[in-house]
């Protein structure tokens, strides 16, 4: 498979500009990054910034209070609790412009169901945002080339490229619309801020080696 051509983003950034004035339905709503920092580092309260409405779904409850002390329900945020494999049974109700799942299909036993489930929700015309982790990161590539050390969180179960994620999407009907690599959010210390500028002008260059895989699909017509 030919690759597209990609820009280099801020994952959070390239996201949330895709949410902007659209009913939101956010998968795994709740993650580590929240926990670690807070309503800056939250993808789902940056997205209830712009958008029209916002509804999250999340497995952990423990996670899910943790958000809510800074991010409580109103009127144009709810949240639901369970598998994103089966949104129905979630309580999750409506139809959405934008189905966003950042950092989770990684994370399933059955990633088929959540997208087959996902899209039941979605709006014709909608589009369902994924990010992950990528297959062809370079910097994973080289820490198993170096130090034969595969830095993977344990609860992943997979990783993805751009032709594997095409695949599995169009096995439900999607047809990719849109590809990026990025970086994720980091507490902004004097490393970090190093890294960037040494690895965001690199990276822009090669964006194919980015870390983090973007995409966004429509339902083909």
């Not at 958008?51 to 958000?67: F, I, N, Q, R, Y």
């Not at 709810?78 to 949104?87: A, E, M, N, S």
């Not at 822009?204 to 895989?213: E, I, N, Q, V, Y």
Request: net charge positive; proline share 4%.
């Amino acid at each position: 498979m030919k690759l597209p051509k990609l820009k280099y983003v801020y994952e959070q950034q390239w996201l949330v500009e895709r949410c902007v004035g659209k009913r939101v339905l956010h998968l795994g709503c709740a993650g580590d990054a929240t926990l670690r920092g807070g309503i800056n580092a939250s993808l789902h309260a940056q997205v209830h910034k712009v958008a029209k409405s916002l509804s999250g779904v999340e497995l952990s409850e423990s996670s899910l209070t943790e958000l809510k002390t800074f991010l409580p329900e109103d009127m144009t945020n709810k949240y639901f609790t369970g598998d994103v494999q089966d949104l129905e049974s979630c309580g999750v109700v409506g139809r959405f412009d934008v189905i966003l799942a950042g950092s989770i299909i990684e994370h399933l036993s059955n990633a088929g169901s959540m997208i087959r489930s996902a899209r039941s929700f979605l709006e014709k015309g909608g589009i369902m945002l994924i990010s992950t982790p990528h297959t062809w990161g370079v910097l994973e590539f080289l820490r198993v080339a170096m130090k034969k050390v595969e830095a993977v969180h344990p609860e992943h179960t997979c990783w993805y490229s751009i032709p594997t994620l095409s695949h599995l999407m169009a096995r439900y009907g999607f047809v990719p619309v849109e590809w990026a690599t990025g970086y994720g959010w980091q507490q902004e210390t004097v490393r970090w801020k190093l890294q960037k500028s040494i690895g965001i002008p690199v990276f822009k260059l090669l964006p194919h080696l980015g870390g983090s895989l973007l995409a966004a699909f429509r339902v083909e017509e």
